[in-house]
């Protein structure tokens, strides 16, 4: 059960942080490699993946949503809070009697022990 709640934990962080884009984005790539890998050597393979001059369907919705979810982020302006006036003036008074508390020690009190010399070991069982 405490598994199911870590994954559900690393999923919601993902989420939030926007690591969801990060993951698709690594699918893409992966996915782009592989086809490319089909018609061409690896060092060009990679290249064509990365150059950005040949992007995939897959890379080209996650480039749009990206712009879209960045549009629909809330707004970062701060509002004026205002209270409503107080009637009449706020006056604070004195309390009548005022008792101090005793000072007290509130370390307790610990033995001073030094360990014992030399220091135990394990033995092998």
Same mark, same amino acid.
């Given at each position: @059960?405490? +598994?199911?709640?870590?994954?559900?934990?690393? /999923?919601?962080?993902?989420?939030?942080?926007?690591? =969801?884009?990060?993951?698709?984005? #690594? /699918?893409?790539?992966? $996915? @782009?490699?592989? *086809?490319?890998?089909?018609?061409?050597?690896?060092?060009?393979?990679? *290249?064509?993946?990365?150059?950005?001059? =040949?992007?995939?369907?897959?890379?080209?919705?996650?480039?749009?949503?990206?712009?879209?979810?960045?549009? $629909? *982020?809330?707004?970062?302006?701060?509002?004026?809070? *205002?209270?409503?006036?107080?009637?009449? =003036?706020?006056?604070?008074?004195?309390?009548?009697?005022? =008792? +101090?508390?005793? /000072?007290?020690? $509130?370390?307790?009190? #610990?033995?001073?022990?030094?360990?014992? $010399?030399?220091?135990? +070991?394990?033995?092998? /069982?």
């Amino acid at each position: @059960m405490q +598994r199911i709640g870590n994954l559900l934990l690393i /999923v919601a962080l993902l989420a939030t942080t926007g690591g =969801h884009w990060a993951v698709l984005q #690594s /699918v893409a790539w992966t $996915t @782009m490699l592989a *086809e490319h890998w089909q018609a061409d050597p690896l060092a060009t393979a990679v *290249e064509k993946t990365f150059d950005g001059q =040949h992007p995939c369907k897959l890379c080209q919705a996650i480039q749009a949503a990206k712009k879209s979810d960045k549009k $629909t *982020e809330f707004p970062t302006g701060t509002q004026k809070i *205002e209270f409503p006036p107080l009637p009449g =003036h706020l006056t604070l008074y004195a309390p009548a009697a005022f =008792h +101090r508390l005793p /000072v007290t020690d $509130t370390f307790a009190a #610990s033995p001073i022990r030094t360990p014992p $010399t030399p220091p135990p +070991r394990c033995r092998p /069982v």
